[in-house]
């Protein structure tokens, strides 16, 4: 009865910043998507491991805001390399982030090899570190939940009050420069937030998976709608059930991780939207018959 109520009690606390995580990070995405720049969330998400396992290095303490500081500057210097390498004519976009990828996420496993074998760090607690590779709801502590709910209210917040200048910059360019809208700060502004949605994101699901709470919802989205209003609402309403419905099952399961169950959760709502939706394979063929 006990370990019932507890599981009950981790869902719930959890299933919270995680939901705020997978809310934001739709929103964000959905931005992304539309801009053909969704390759960026997984580049920023490999890139973000070896900032946390360097702010573990430096500071030797696991506290969560210390490693998203960690994340963040990390997630920065991926997007300045992508765009210092991008303005180069040799080199193609997919190569770069290929590239980035992979060898900022190489670095980190790296790193995490020598803190594991070096006498210097074993005073520190390294346990959990892994956990952000894959993501473990049940290594969440209270304060890493506080932290996830305060930084995805506070990135939902500000997508709202750019929203409107977000839907101009995408789909009437022309217009929204000829009212003042800088279209480059905007994407810089969604890009800023796409890292510190990541950042703060990889311990509940990881590093590798992180950036399909950011792509899947909107693939969803457009299944159900040809509006960017809908498609937001959809994504978010399916990210926030894939996430608690992921977060429960790592919670009930044992060492089960988080982030492939909430991905494999997006999958199937991804294939059912694909099979069943307004946009999907069925009403595609009934407009082939009519």
């Known amino acids: ?167 101009l910059s995408l789909f009437d360019p022309v217009f929204a420069a000829s009212i003042g809208i800088d279209s480059r700060k905007l994407s810089l502004l969604n890009l800023s937030l796409a890292v510190v949605v990541i950042s703060v994101g990889l311990k509940a699901v990881g590093a590798i998976l992180i950036a399909a709470l950011l792509i899947t919802p909107t693939i969803i989205g457009m299944q159900w709608s040809r509006n960017y209003q809908g498609v937001l609402w959809v994504a978010v309403g399916s990210a926030v059930v894939g996430s608690l419905f992921g977060t429960w099952l790592s919670t009930v399961v044992d060492k089960l991780a988080t982030g492939p169950s909430v991905v494999l959760t997006l999958f199937f709502l991804a294939l059912l939207s694909f099979i069943i939706g307004p946009q999907g394979l069925i009403a595609a063929r009934g407009y082939q018959h009519d």
Do not use: C
Request: no cysteine; proline share 2%.
């Open 1 to 167: 009865m006990l370990n019932f109520w507890n599981q009950h009690y981790l869902f719930l606390v959890v299933g919270l910043g995680v939901s705020l995580l997978s809310m934001a990070a739709a929103m964000i995405g959905s931005s992304l998507v539309f801009q053909k720049q969704s390759q960026l969330g997984d580049a920023i998400g490999h890139a973000a491991y070896p900032g946390i396992i360097a702010a573990f290095m430096v500071t030797q303490s696991r506290n969560p805001f210390t490693l998203l500081l960690g994340a963040v500057a990390s997630g920065i210097l991926v997007l300045i390399l992508i765009h210092f390498f991008s303005k180069e004519p040799a080199f193609h976009f997919e190569s770069i982030l290929a590239l980035v990828l992979s060898t900022l996420f190489g670095l980190g496993m790296v790193l995490m090899s020598y803190i594991q074998g070096n006498d210097n760090y074993q005073g520190a607690s390294q346990a959990g570190l892994k956990t952000y590779i894959m993501g473990q709801a049940a290594f969440l502590k209270q304060d890493d939940v506080i932290l996830i709910a305060l930084v995805s209210s506070i990135t939902i917040l500000i997508f709202f009050m750019a929203l409107p200048r977000i839907k």
